[in-house]
């Protein structure tokens, strides 16, 4: 077979099997462990401040973006298959494993550069923004075990209000013992947080629900305000779609899903995304009505902190978080750390050796764009692991407000990751594989695929300069 086939006469599992071989067999993926895998991806802490999100746009105004950004992440999704569908047709090689991969095959080194960047500081980002949630729920717990404790001794009570103000404390209780796994350079043994990141976000769907009736019922909801449908100005608008657009954020795991699905197909792949999207669509709007519905105007940027310490209910879904944020950081921490080894191997990679690194031939089922693989000495992944870890603690430890963090982790996130690159990519890659079945460039975007991806990208980019600077407004403001 011509590697020069069609995008339509050559399957995505033939083109793999081409590739492969035998070696597909090994695949162990099936369709809801795929699904299952991308929400684990997708649903996290966000979910927290999506009722925070809802009282910025307005109900109505916040349920349009909510449906618009659900359609754009199916679509950037399939853009994403498409591209690598593309790039393998064209090579007869399996390329593609990964955003930057995709970045090195559309633009070179420079292309590279760029998304492991964009994907470090948007990890870093989110590494702040897990240790003050989790620090958020634990002075929760903690605060109900004092009132359980203390009872009516407001000597008492006022020590333990002194020691839970103090936000670095807080930290080093929750982090600190965290940091020997952090050292770890495989975590399979947390894979099983995944499972504890969903049970956690049902179980606080199901509280919020809960909660939000009842109050709804004895009409305590009301002293809270009205119910606008509609932003009240540009900025709430802004601050909306940032929040809403990054929830849908999953597109980093859908190559290294299709690398591990058995029975392969790129119908099977767009299904895999559509029910993924959906399940999570479903939950976040229930989140996030309720949330709204309940808190209107006093919603807070962290739904959860809104509720009253002494809820059993409430500290069972503090509880479940915070275990799960605690958790899901080291979590993080490995792809950041991959992210800043890979821009460290881009400046090294005319090296052999050193003191600090070191290469070798990479080992794997598929061929990477690039042949060699980072190794570190125990010094220097010490060091690195250290230096985020000490980052990330700092800037929480200094931070009282989540949404400083989170407007800037939806404004890069959501505008860059999900809005910008991907489009730009898809539009490079089809302009490629354009000349290489017909040896020319004219008239190749006038199709529905390119125009959209033109216009994605277009809105991508407008909304980064201004989610960004409204970013920088909201935190001088804050301050």
């Known amino acids: 077979m011509s590697v020069s086939t069609s995008l339509e006469s050559l399957p995505l599992q033939q083109i793999i099997t081409m590739v492969a071989g035998d070696s597909v067999k090994k695949r162990k993926g099936t369709f809801f462990s795929s699904v299952f895998a991308l929400l684990t991806t997708c649903m996290g802490a966000g979910t927290l401040s999506l009722p925070y999100a809802f009282m910025k746009g307005g109900l109505l105004f916040s349920l349009v973006i909510f449906v618009l950004v659900m359609v754009t992440a199916i679509v950037i999704g399939y853009m994403l298959l498409e591209s690598k569908h593309l790039v393998e047709s064209m090579s007869g090689k399996s390329i593609i494993n990964s955003y930057a991969d995709l970045g090195e095959y559309s633009f070179g080194i420079i292309g590279k550069f760029v998304m492991l960047m964009v994907v470090t500081v948007f990890l870093v980002l989110c590494l702040i923004a897990y240790m003050i949630f989790a620090r958020d729920q634990l002075e929760g717990i903690l605060d109900f075990i004092v009132n359980k404790s203390c009872g009516h001794d407001s000597d008492c009570v006022a020590q333990w209000i002194a020691l839970l103000g103090n936000y670095a404390v807080l930290l080093c209780i929750s982090f600190l013992p965290l940091f020997p796994l952090l050292l770890l350079r495989q975590f399979t043994p947390l894979k099983y947080t995944n499972t504890l990141s969903i049970i956690a976000i049902v179980l606080l769907t199901l509280v919020i629900v809960i909660r939000s009736v009842s109050s709804l019922r004895n009409g305590e909801a009301t002293d809270r305000g009205l119910i606008k449908n509609w932003p009240t100005d540009m900025v709430s608008g802004l601050t909306c779609v940032s929040y809403c657009s990054l929830t849908f954020l999953c597109h980093f795991n859908l190559f290294a899903i299709e690398r591990e699905l058995r029975h392969v197909s790129f119908r099977k792949m767009q299904a895999i995304i559509v029910v993924s999207m959906t399940f999570a669509f479903i939950v976040y709007l229930l989140v996030s009505i309720f949330g709204y519905l309940q808190f209107r105007n006093c919603t807070d940027s962290d739904v959860i902190k809104g509720y009253p310490s002494n809820d059993g209910l409430i500290v069972a879904a503090r509880i479940a978080l915070f275990f799960t944020l605690l958790f899901s950081y080291p979590v993080l921490m490995n792809p950041c750390r ?122 991508g980019l407008i909304l980064l300069a201004v989610e960004n600077y409204q970013a920088v407004i909201d935190v001088k403001v804050k301050s």
Request: with cysteine; charged share 20%.
């Open 338 to 459: 991959d992210a800043v080894n890979g821009i460290i191997l881009l400046f090294l990679r005319n090296c052999t050796r050193s003191r600090w690194f070191a290469f070798k031939e990479e080992d794997q089922l598929v061929e990477p764009l690039t042949s060699n693989v980072l190794l570190m000495s125990k010094t220097m992944w010490f060091m690195e692991t250290w230096i985020l870890f000490a980052v990330t603690f700092v800037s929480a430890s200094n931070i009282t407000d989540v949404s400083k963090v989170w407007d800037f982790v939806g404004s890069i996130g959501g505008c860059l990751i999900l809005y910008v690159l991907p489009p730009i990519a898809f539009l490079k890659i089809r302009y490629q594989h354009y000349r290489h079945l017909h040896g020319h460039s004219r008239r190749w975007w006038r199709t529905p695929k390119d125009m959209a991806a033109f216009c994605l990208t277009l809105i």
